[in-house]
């Protein structure tokens, strides 16, 4: 298991502290707030990105040599974007990720030679829309048309993974963004851009027919995002936990007050348990992708609850100055709120656990007979 072994674990804990070293370079505490504006104006952090993709090769971390990538495993993965929460990276790590695995998952020889060398090196950017289809056309050289109300790190993405429905019936394709009429949307997580895509007869390659295909790329996305709430939520305790350590009120220091105290625990103990499931749906990524439905909703689900819940706190914890737009308090409770609805809400996800344990059972039952 790949939370057991000790040297994967210090592989991980190795490149843990290599990215920790490079952001404190690049991307420092001090400046998030800044980072944070100019993202929601439209700025693309091109230095951050430079620095992630071409010295640690993030977004081909699990793609395989091949195509350039890493060859490592989903464990390493988690810590970037265990990161992109944590500290609030104003980078489109998760569209490109998300792409690439799409494409290299489908198998499709003409999608891997145009997209996944440029993906895995991060020289190109992917983009995903999770919500709503495409028109596509029939016949060997696909096209598409229609307009993506909300599409993930779309903004200056060169490629989309987007669902379709043509005379061939629904399916996933991988769309060329270059003719695109593509608007930056407001979005509530200020480092994480939305956009709307309009496209007319825009060139595809289609990844995959039915929905299959794009049913495991949302569960990738669910334990991807469950990384990043529990980064939020790890950062906002300590944010907490270090201003009740320092700020004094009536001659003493706050964390010393009782209910304060007792919050604090509080919010330890979500996430501790939030902890829990987002590494049961890391080894599931790597090792009972069978089991990854389940394992990453409820992932998501209860780390969605300890990001908001702590970032929640963390404001009321800072008091005034917490809920000023000078403080960057807002902006982990912003994240927390936004993943915990980006591929859907929790009765979406909800349902994905219950689906998912319903077939299991439907396979239980029909097996145990035979065994007994």
Same mark, same amino acid.
């Given at each position: 298991?790949?939370?057991?072994?000790?040297?994967?674990?210090?592989?991980?804990?190795?490149?843990?502290?290599?990215?920790?070293?490079?952001?404190?370079?690049?991307?420092?505490?001090?400046?998030?707030?800044?980072?944070?504006?100019?993202?929601?104006?439209?700025?693309?952090?091109?230095?951050?990105?430079?620095?992630?993709?071409?010295?640690?090769?993030?977004?081909?971390?699990?793609?395989?040599?091949?195509?350039?990538?890493?060859?490592?495993?989903?464990?390493?993965?988690?810590?970037?974007?265990?990161?992109?929460?944590?500290?609030?990276?104003?980078?489109?790590?998760?569209?490109?990720?998300?792409? !690439?695995?799409? @494409?290299? +998952?489908?198998?499709?020889?003409?999608? =891997?030679? *145009?997209? %996944?060398?440029? &993906? /895995?090196? $991060?020289?190109?950017?992917?983009?995903?829309?999770?919500?709503?289809?495409?028109?596509?056309?029939?016949?060997?050289?696909?096209?598409?048309?229609?307009?993506?109300?909300?599409?993930?790190?779309?903004?200056?993405?060169?490629?989309?993974?987007?669902?379709?429905?043509?005379?061939?019936?629904?399916?996933?394709?991988?769309?060329?963004?270059?003719?695109?009429?593509?608007?930056?949307?407001?979005? !509530?997580?200020? @480092?994480? +851009?939305?956009?709307?895509?309009?496209? =007319?007869? *825009?060139? %595809?390659?289609? &990844? /995959?027919? $039915?929905?299959?295909?794009?049913?495991?790329?949302?569960?990738?996305?669910?334990?991807?995002?469950?990384?990043?709430?529990?980064?939020?939520?790890?950062?906002?305790?300590?944010?907490?936990?270090?201003?009740?350590?320092?700020?004094?009120?009536?001659?003493?220091?706050?964390?010393?007050?009782?209910?304060?105290?007792?919050?604090?625990?509080?919010?330890?103990?979500?996430?501790?348990?939030?902890?829990?499931?987002?590494?049961?749906?890391?080894?599931?990524?790597?090792?009972?992708?069978?089991?990854?439905?389940?394992? /990453?909703?409820?992932?998501?689900?209860?780390?969605?609850?300890?990001?908001?819940?702590?970032?929640?706190?963390?404001?009321?914890?800072?008091?005034?100055?917490?809920?000023?737009?000078?403080?960057?308090?807002?902006?982990?409770?912003?994240?927390?709120?936004?993943?915990?609805?980006?591929?859907?809400?929790?009765?979406?996800?909800?349902?994905?656990?219950?689906?998912?344990?319903?077939?299991?059972?439907?396979?239980?039952?029909?097996?145990?007979?035979?065994?007994?």
């Amino acid at each position: 298991m790949i939370l057991d072994d000790p040297e994967v674990a210090g592989v991980r804990e190795e490149f843990a502290d290599v990215l920790e070293s490079l952001l404190g370079r690049t991307s420092p505490e001090s400046e998030v707030v800044h980072r944070a504006d100019a993202c929601a104006a439209g700025h693309l952090d091109e230095a951050l990105w430079t620095k992630l993709t071409e010295e640690l090769g993030v977004t081909g971390l699990t793609a395989p040599e091949r195509v350039g990538g890493s060859g490592a495993t989903f464990g390493e993965m988690s810590v970037v974007l265990h990161a992109q929460g944590a500290h609030l990276l104003a980078i489109p790590l998760l569209g490109s990720w998300l792409a !690439l695995e799409a @494409v290299l +998952r489908s198998g499709s020889e003409p999608a =891997v030679a *145009a997209w %996944a060398r440029g &993906l /895995a090196s $991060g020289a190109t950017i992917g983009g995903i829309a999770f919500h709503g289809r495409l028109a596509a056309s029939a016949g060997e050289e696909t096209t598409v048309s229609g307009t993506l109300e909300v599409a993930l790190d779309a903004v200056d993405a060169e490629v989309l993974v987007a669902r379709v429905q043509g005379p061939d019936g629904p399916g996933l394709c991988a769309v060329d963004l270059s003719g695109a009429v593509v608007e930056q949307t407001e979005s !509530l997580d200020l @480092v994480r +851009r939305l956009a709307r895509v309009r496209l =007319v007869d *825009a060139a %595809a390659i289609r &990844l /995959a027919d $039915g929905d299959e295909l794009f049913d495991t790329v949302v569960d990738l996305a669910a334990a991807a995002l469950a990384c990043e709430q529990l980064g939020v939520a790890e950062k906002a305790l300590a944010d907490a936990v270090g201003y009740a350590m320092e700020r004094e009120q009536f001659g003493r220091i706050i964390g010393s007050f009782q209910g304060l105290k007792h919050e604090l625990a509080n919010m330890a103990t979500i996430t501790d348990q939030a902890r829990s499931l987002v590494e049961h749906a890391m080894w599931s990524v790597v090792e009972a992708p069978d089991q990854l439905r389940v394992t /990453a909703a409820m992932a998501l689900l209860k780390a969605s609850e300890a990001a908001l819940h702590v970032s929640a706190e963390n404001v009321q914890v800072h008091g005034g100055i917490g809920f000023s737009w000078e403080h960057p308090a807002h902006l982990h409770f912003r994240k927390a709120r936004s993943n915990a609805v980006l591929i859907g809400d929790e009765h979406f996800l909800a349902d994905r656990v219950l689906q998912a344990s319903a077939r299991w059972e439907s396979v239980r039952d029909s097996v145990l007979p035979e065994i007994s």
